[in-house]
């Protein structure tokens, strides 16, 4: 049965369903990014929390320079290399993933004025290249609306054409943080970069996921989302529920509809004694598990 809001993907012009990307996280897998992306598949554009992209993902990718850069590491000049490949779409960068929260849950955990200034240096050149530059992604917090005040407040005379943010909790609040941003930065849009409900119930998650893509749909000053789930349900450390694949690689509900299609009955299946994913293996995309405590 579908849950109480159906898919409203399968009512949506491709227009709107386009502003869907995917969080491309690490997988022993190879097939998994084949299954999602395969035709027909909405899916528009993906980042993977670093600056180079995946060589086997053909739709656009957004660099993002996660955190503080290392050594001579110029990021600059990465996506000036990135711009020169006729092969890439390259048309918009993210900033910092989660500085708000700290390392051990995965956050770059960088202060607003040292984010500033490793803007003004690493990112504000970038914006004479024609790419749109996305701020510091946020996580779902009060102690993030924080962050993100103080460094536009250190970061004044910055370029930032939107804010990314996360969310990870239920859809009344995800409504409640996305109208506070908005409320807030007015001349800025938004991308969801991750978001999604952890460790609830099937039908908590279905009904969470349609509310959310219906609501994001609506909103024009939501320019891109992307739903945090492009893993296989038994590796995942946020509640099997979430995933887009199950535990043999087939597209969940879920997963079926966001890339719009129709439900396909397979359901998620949590590891069942097998080791589970941790923060090495999704590399830094779990940063949001430090959010979720705020709001369970």
């Known amino acids: ?50 600056t180079s992209p995946t060589t086997s993902i053909g739709i656009e990718f957004v660099p993002m320079l996660w955190g503080p850069p290392e050594g001579s590491y110029n990021f600059t000049a990465e996506v000036k290399s990135l711009l020169s ?10 900033g910092f993933n989660e500085p708000d929260m700290s390392s051990s849950v995965g956050g ?60 990870y909790g239920t859809f009344e609040g995800f409504a409640s943080f996305i109208g506070e941003i908005r409320a807030t930065y007015l001349d800025k ?28 749909d609506r909103l024009d000053y939501v320019k891109r989302y992307s739903w ?12 099997p529920n979430v995933a887009m694949l199950d535990n043999k690689g087939e597209l969940t509900d879920i997963g079926a509809w966001y890339i719009g299609r129709k439900a396909t009955g397979h359901k998620p299946q949590s590891a069942a004694g097998r080791v589970v994913m941790g923060w090495k293996d999704l590399g830094m995309a779990l940063g949001m598990v430090g959010v979720v405590v705020a709001f369970m």
Request: one cysteine or more; hydrophobic letters at 40%.
């Open 85 to 94: 490949n006729t092969k890439l779409s390259i048309t918009s960068i993210l």
């Open 108 to 167: 770059s955990s960088i202060t607003p004025s040292h984010a500033a200034e490793l803007w003004k240096t690493h990112i504000q050149p970038i914006a004479s290249l024609g790419v749109k530059l996305g701020a510091p992604g946020i996580s779902g917090s009060e102690s993030g609306k924080q962050w993100l005040a103080e460094f536009f407040t250190a970061c004044g005379n910055c370029t930032v054409d939107f804010i990314p943010i996360h969310w």
């Open 228 to 239: 945090f789930g492009s893993f296989r349900s038994d590796v995942s450390n946020v509640g």
């Open 1 to 50: 049965m579908f849950p109480p809001l159906l898919p409203l993907l399968l009512l949506l012009p491709f227009t709107l369903a386009s502003k869907r990307g995917l969080v491309q996280v690490s997988s022993t897998q190879s097939t998994d990014d084949t299954t999602l992306l395969s035709s027909p598949s909405s899916l528009s554009w993906y980042y993977n929390y670093k």
């Open 189 to 216: 849009d938004l991308w969801i970069t991750e978001f999604g409900i952890p460790n609830a119930s099937l039908e908590e998650t279905q009904k969470f996921f349609n509310s959310s893509v219906e609501y994001l």
